[in-house]
């Protein structure tokens, strides 16, 4: 008898395949390139620590560790998230709460960051993933429930109002759209009712109008983004050099290296407007190339979430790719001035070694269910 209950389960028990091969490819293909774009824009800057190698070899010793990682978690059963989604959100809530009494500014003029020693990192980007993990186990309970407002709108927009507070203490306004937009796009996956979210698209309108029409710092900032030529010691110098940049590139580009406005001209270079040197180093051809890939992975994520074996891994790839693919919209609409500047970074080129292991794990969250779709459809 315990045999036959013993063989009964391990049939049921979904068996594990290959990983995305496809998925892992671009994955790789584009941290590799990031890194040589952030060598190439940051080498300038990485001077004043002595070495023009500084900012690219600690990068690298991250994106080493992240990719360990991602295998990692790429081999372990999801399922296991379920059970973790309600820790890493309430880590991610305590320490939000901590960042305004020990937080620090690290030249953005906000309090974003923990630091503890030589390792410091944002609390939002654990919030980010606590939002697709515990969103996604919360509607594969709630199923047929998520049409109703107690069950597929309240409790959602609760968590989103507690974290969009906490993160406007910072301020972290483009947390705060990642994060709504993340957690709208779930809701929406899982089948809530179209009705609430044109309703909260239409009150986001009208407190966005307040917000520039009340406060004379938000309507400034729209006023920089119209017209940066305007005001180039006011707001208007980033946009004014990040699209110099993206104009003196071309059609090929200047050359891998031979950026001019990376020589001090533009701020952020080696970060939020890493996209900008790209754009001026390798062209319109080569920046294209980069957003093919991108669309190609964000694609090949959403294959995959429609391909996964249950609703929970559907839900897991889901919100990890539409995280990646607002994240990489915005930067770059930021970067060329599609809209107003928000501080987001682009993923895997972007400096940032805490946020950059963080992405590699979440690609490996993809992997993890792709491991797990029918043999018949992998190909």
Same mark, same amino acid.
């Given at each position: 008898m315990?045999?036959? %209950?013993?063989? #009964? ?17 671009l ?16 080498f =300038? ?13 600690? +990068? ?11 295998? @990692?978690? #790429? ?8 059970? *973790?989604?309600?820790? /890493?959100?309430?880590?991610?809530v ?29 609390? $939002? ?14 509607? $594969?309970?709630y ?10 709108? *309240?409790?959602f927009a ?7 507070? !906490? ?6 306004? #483009?947390?705060?759209?990642?994060? !709504?937009?993340t ?5 929406f ?23 520039? $029409? +009340? ?23 980033q ?6 940049? *993206? ?6 580009g /200047?050359?891998l ?28 051809v080569g920046?294209?190339?980069i957003?093919?890939?991108? %669309? ?21 790839? @889901? ?8 994240? =990489? ?5 930021v ?5 107003p ?8 080129? #972007? ?13 490996? =969250? ?14």
């Amino acid at each position: 008898m315990d045999e036959a %209950v013993r063989a #009964s389960k391990e049939q049921e028990r979904p068996e594990r395949g290959p990983i995305d091969l496809p998925f892992a490819c671009l994955v790789i293909m584009l941290t590799a390139i990031g890194l040589i774009m952030l060598f190439s824009a940051s080498f =300038v800057y990485a001077q004043r620590w002595g070495s023009p190698t500084y900012i690219v070899v600690r +990068q690298g010793a991250m994106a080493l560790a992240g990719v360990i990682i991602m295998i @990692t978690v #790429s081999f372990m059963d999801y399922q296991y998230f379920r059970a *973790l989604s309600l820790p /890493v959100m309430l880590t991610a809530v305590v320490f939000l709460i901590l960042v305004p009494f020990i937080g620090t500014d690290q030249g953005t003029g906000a309090t974003r960051w923990i630091n503890l020693g030589e390792f410091s990192f944002q609390p $939002s980007e654990i919030a980010k993933l606590g939002v697709i993990m515990t969103f996604s186990a919360m509607i $594969s309970v709630y199923r047929e429930k998520m049409k109703t407002f107690k069950y597929g709108i *309240l409790p959602f927009a609760l968590i989103l109002l507690l974290l969009a507070g !906490l993160l406007a203490l910072e301020p972290h306004m #483009s947390g705060t759209i990642l994060i !709504l937009g993340t957690g709208a796009a779930l809701m929406f996956a899982g089948g809530a009712h179209w009705g609430w979210f044109a309703t909260a698209f239409a009150g986001g309108g009208v407190g966005m109008y307040v917000l520039i $029409s +009340q406060f004379p710092y938000a309507f400034s900032r729209i006023k920089v983004w119209l017209d940066p030529f305007e005001y180039p010691q006011h707001g208007g110098w980033q946009l004014i050099q990040s699209l110099y940049a *993206l104009g003196s590139g071309g059609l090929f580009g /200047v050359g891998l290296g031979k950026s001019r406005q990376k020589y001090a001209y533009l701020p952020e270079r080696h970060n939020d407007f890493i996209f900008a040197v790209v754009g001026e180093e390798l062209g319109y051809v080569g920046a294209c190339l980069i957003i093919f890939l991108f %669309v190609m992975l964000i694609l090949r994520g959403y294959w995959i979430a429609m391909h996964a074996r249950d609703r929970f891994g559907s839900l897991l790839a @889901t919100g990890v790719t539409t995280l990646l693919a607002l994240q =990489v919209f915005l930067n770059i609409a930021v970067v060329s001035t599609l809209i107003p500047t928000t501080g987001i970074s682009l993923p895997f080129f #972007s400096y940032g070694g805490t946020s950059l292991i963080i992405q590699l794990a979440q690609m490996g =969250v993809v992997l993890a269910v792709s491991r797990k779709i029918p043999a018949a459809k992998s190909g």
